[in-house]
């Protein structure tokens, strides 16, 4: 168990819809980074947040928004959904400072998503 | 810009053989480079990281891999498989100051007995 929990484990819905992902981080880590990993894409960096402010964007799409909240916790908002949207969903987090460069990430155990 | 490339997608061993997983990488700058397993219905686990100290890293379950600047390679070592090792192994690459990691595409170990 890597101290990451993520909610909900799987989730189906239809094209078009709207969905959110929870993230809470370990206790005393400071950055969320959250990951799409899908068969044809592989594992993709979609976003990093630290102490509630955005660090670096990845592959994220306009549709896709995220947000770290006061208690740290993060929630991954995917819109206007489409079939290839499904994927599993990764949150990680990690103690940083600030820098990812040396970080270790601890991953959650995913959601994931079907569009049908 | 940083990439990694893994070589193989499926890599096959026998039980107490050895295991080598590739990855290459390129980064502009003095690079970290990482390997996550993944097992199943799981999330990524570190199992180890270079992060520009000693050129041979040690981690869990007997794996431990080497940096080789001149050939930009992070291969992954194990010198003998056992069949708990059966699982998808990526390598990961972030550069000095950077908020990014990259991973690489995956390779699937397999196991046989």
């Known amino acids: 168990d890597s101290g990451v929990t993520q909610t909900p484990k799987h989730l189906i819905t239809a094209t078009g819809q709207r969905v959110t992902l929870r993230c809470s981080p370990r206790?005393?880590?400071?950055?969320v980074y959250w990951y799409q990993q899908s068969l044809d894409q592989g594992l993709q960096f979609l976003i990093h947040?630290?102490?509630?402010?955005?660090?670096a964007k990845g592959n994220i799409l306009e549709r896709f928004s995220a947000q770290q909240f006061p208690d740290l916790h993060s929630e991954l908002n995917l819109s206007s959904l489409e079939l290839g949207d499904s994927a599993l969903y990764f949150c990680?987090?990690?103690?940083?400072?600030?820098?990812?460069?040396?970080?270790?990430?601890?991953f959650g155990p995913g959601t994931r998503l079907t569009v049908l | 810009a940083q990439s990694v490339t893994q070589l193989g997608s499926h890599v096959s061993v026998s039980e107490g053989a050895l295991v080598l997983l590739r990855c290459n990488y390129s980064?502009?700058?003095?690079?970290?480079l990482f390997w996550y397993v993944q097992y199943p219905n799981q999330g990524l686990q570190l199992l180890l990281k270079?992060?520009?100290?000693?050129?041979l890293v040690k981690g869990i379950n007997g794996f431990e891999a080497e940096f080789k600047k001149s050939e930009t390679s992070f291969h992954l070592t194990k010198p003998s498989a056992h069949m708990s090792d059966a699982a998808e192994y990526f390598c990961?690459?972030?550069?000095?100051?950077?908020?990014?990691?990259?991973f690489g595409a995956g390779t699937r170990l397999f196991v046989k007995a």
């Open positions: 990680a987090s990690s103690v940083s400072s600030g820098g990812a460069s040396t970080d270790t990430q601890y």
């Open positions: 206790s005393g880590d400071l950055s």
């Open positions: 947040y630290y102490n509630g402010e955005e660090r």
């Open positions: 980064s502009s700058v003095p690079p970290y």
């Open positions: 270079y992060t520009s100290a000693a050129t």
């Open positions: 990961a690459v972030s550069e000095t100051g950077g908020f990014k990691t990259i």
